[in-house]
């Protein structure tokens, strides 16, 4: 069950636009649009913000914006505030082989 | 409001058990998955098992399968996990997790409970 791969760190400026990627394989990103992502900030717990590949919860505003594109998924956070500081994990359905797999975990800094 | 409180970590010496528990609140405990999220000190997430609404399907991460066992009870609103054979790896914070309508992500998170495992 390996992890899914995500860079180790991002920065950005107030108001800029970032984009995280979650790449996987043809037996998980590639096959399920079932990729969600989790925000996190230190000392609490990590909370929803993209579910199905696309979809935001209720109350998680539209910032924040998930695609996928063969076995890579992105999150985009447009208009970069200072609370988005983060850390962010992607995570997709891998099948029999690795029921549930997370990313390594992003860091967002906004410079 | 969903609450989902867990209780039960503690230091554990290597080789031992433990079981740790998740009192939910604020829905119909009965209609969805649950999961334990498991996030070591300093280091990423892992998803540890996944039981569905009856509890007649359970899942397992390969690093706790045959050690660790979730079971549910629904009649109680509990969420539990049994920790055996626990290794210094294993050290992290657990995470109750409740799963989405699609129980293919998990909406609500517990604050976590700290499982040591150390001589």
């Known amino acids: 069950q390996s992890a899914l791969t995500q860079p180790a760190s991002v920065s950005g400026s107030p108001g800029q636009s970032i984009t995280i990627s979650c790449t996987g394989t043809s037996s998980d990103v590639g096959s399920y649009n079932l990729v969600s992502w989790y925000q996190q900030h230190p000392g609490k717990a990590p909370k929803l913000i993209i579910y199905?590949?696309?979809k935001r919860p209720s109350g998680i505003s539209d910032r924040f914006s998930g695609s996928k594109s063969g076995n890579t998924a992105s999150l985009t956070i447009s208009g970069l505030q200072a609370e988005d500081e983060a850390d962010y994990y992607c995570?997709?359905?891998?099948?029999?082989?690795?029921?549930?797999?997370f990313g390594g975990g992003t860091k967002l800094t906004v410079v | 409001e969903v609450q989902l409180l867990e209780s039960g970590g503690d230091l554990v010496q290597p080789g031992g058990s433990l079981r740790v528990s998740c009192a939910a609140s604020g829905f119909t405990f009965g209609d969805y998955s649950m999961s334990w999220v498991r996030q070591a000190p300093g280091k990423g997430l892992e998803w540890v098992s996944l039981?569905?609404?009856?509890?007649?399907?359970?899942y397992y991460s390969d690093s706790v399968k045959g050690r660790f066992a979730i079971s549910r009870d629904n009649s109680k609103n509990t969420l539990y996990v049994q920790m055996n054979r626990l290794r210094a790896e294993d050290t992290a914070i657990y995470y109750c997790?409740?799963?989405?309508?699609?129980?293919?992500?998990?909406?609500?998170w517990g604050q976590g409970t700290l499982v040591t495992v150390s001589s």
């Open positions: 039981i569905d609404t009856t509890g007649g399907n359970t």
């Open positions: 199905e590949v696309i």
């Open positions: 997790v409740k799963g989405g309508r699609s129980w293919y992500y998990f909406d609500y």
């Open positions: 995570c997709s359905h891998g099948g029999s082989a690795s029921f549930r797999v």
